[in-house]
């Protein structure tokens, strides 16, 4: 049961990383997502994105073990 639990919870963070890096993309013509404009977010968002790689690696690593 803990071995499901770690394998949901490491995909769902790889996912949610990955679609956060997904989305922060700018756009054909250069432009950052309206959210990033903010220069709070500039900081923020690829910590978030990075914490959520990271700790889907951290679980599936995990559970591999």
Not at 41 to 59: D, N, Q, S, T
């Amino acid at each position: 049961m803990q071995l499901a639990s770690e394998l949901v919870v490491g995909i769902g963070a790889l996912v949610l990383g990955f679609a956060l890096v997904w989305f922060g993309m700018p756009n054909k013509i250069g432009e950052n997502p309206r959210f990033l404009r903010n220069k709070l977010m500039e900081v923020v968002y690829p910590a978030a994105a990075l914490v959520f790689i990271v700790l889907g690696v951290a679980e599936l690593l995990a559970a591999w073990f």
